[in-house]
């Protein structure tokens, strides 16, 4: 299946934009996903942690990705 992921903050300079496109396999979960977006975009390997949010809830490990979900990076905010 092919999903949109949005991307925040530093996650749109990793990327190249605000928002990439990936096939994933149709039983894929949030693990599967952080794998392969981690061999396509090292620079994301980098940051401290990163969260995935999928249909605006934070996403587990072993949550399960379906084709019409909405997906965005959330990296770490810093503030002052």
């Known amino acids: ?11 749109k300079d990793i990327f190249g934009g605000p928002s990439v496109s990936l096939d994933l ?12 977006l981690e061999q396509q975009y090292p620079r994301l390997k ?13 996403a587990l490990d072993g949550d399960t990705i379906h084709e019409r979900d909405e997906i965005a990076i959330i990296p770490p905010v810093s503030g002052g």
Do not use: H, P, Q, R
């Open 25 to 36: 396999a149709n039983d894929a979960n949030i693990s599967n996903l952080k794998y392969l």
């Open 46 to 58: 980098k940051l401290a942690t990163y969260m995935v949010a999928v249909n605006n809830e934070y």
């Open 1 to 11: 299946m092919k999903i949109n992921i949005l991307a925040f903050g530093i996650a």
